[in-house]
């Protein structure tokens, strides 16, 4: 069974400090697609990132980067210096190759940057 | 890039009314889209799965005749809450595929506030 585990609930910082959310998932698939997503107060999900995982080079856009490392299962998403408009819930996902790219989501981790 | 569209946005009806959310790919085919519920401070659980031109598949625990949903053409997937009641007021995304691709976009949210 597949399974997404955001650990923390709630995180906060104050602004310019360097924050990760931590993703872990499961599955029994040998290929699958990991996703980040960032929920505004609005309500619309922002797309981040989509990794498959075959890829496990870290990637790096602007203040963000992502950690994906198969041995321990983990997705994680890291701000450097964050901002007041970093706040947000995120949401980590998977979605598993046999199932036509439907997703399953963590229960998000609200971040709340202070300035 | 590509977008999908959800209509409403928001909707407030009274108890016992039935209500009908629309979901759009605005400039790509959508083969599939599927359908997502979340209350508030949770995750996004996923409803169903429209398929264009058959039935739904719907997940474990939705009714589906209370939630029904019709996929008629390749750009527009419907789902109509029947009979609504407050414990139905919820945001619903949707989100689409493009045939030939496996990216997936999601709409808006439509948030349903029953009286």
């Known amino acids: 069974a597949q399974k997404v585990t955001q650990a923390q609930t709630e995180i906060s910082v104050v602004e310019k400090e360097d924050v990760t959310l931590d993703c872990v998932y499961e599955t029994r698939d040998t290929t699958y697609y990991l996703f980040w997503y960032k929920q505004p107060p609005s309500g619309e999900l922002v797309f981040l990132i989509r990794?498959?995982?075959?890829?496990?080079q870290n990637e790096i856009s602007g203040r963000y980067s992502w950690n994906f490392q198969k041995s321990t299962s983990s997705f994680n998403f890291t701000i450097t210096a964050s901002q007041v408009v970093d706040s947000a819930v995120y949401f980590c996902?998977?979605?598993?190759?046999?199932?036509?790219?439907?997703?399953?989501f963590g229960q998000g981790t609200e971040l709340s940057v202070k300035p | 890039g590509a977008v999908v569209s959800q209509h409403p946005s928001r909707v407030i009806c009274k108890s016992g009314t039935s209500v009908k959310i629309e979901c759009r790919s605005l400039d790509f085919q959508a083969t599939t889209m599927f359908w997502y519920r979340q209350f508030p401070k949770k995750s996004l659980m996923l409803m169903a799965t429209?398929?264009?031109?058959?039935?739904?598949?719907?997940e474990q625990g939705v009714e589906k005749d209370k939630f029904l949903i019709n996929h008629a053409s390749l750009t527009l997937s419907t789902l109509t809450v029947t009979s609504a009641h407050p414990e139905d007021s919820s945001f619903y995304i949707c989100?689409?595929?493009?045939?030939?691709?496996?990216?997936?976009?999601f709409g808006e949210g439509s948030r349903l506030t029953v009286l």
């Open positions: 996902a998977l979605s598993e190759n046999n199932q036509g790219g439907k997703l399953i």
């Open positions: 989100s689409a595929r493009p045939r030939l691709t496996g990216e997936l976009f």
């Open positions: 429209s398929n264009e031109g058959s039935k739904a598949t719907y």
């Open positions: 990794r498959n995982s075959f890829d496990e």
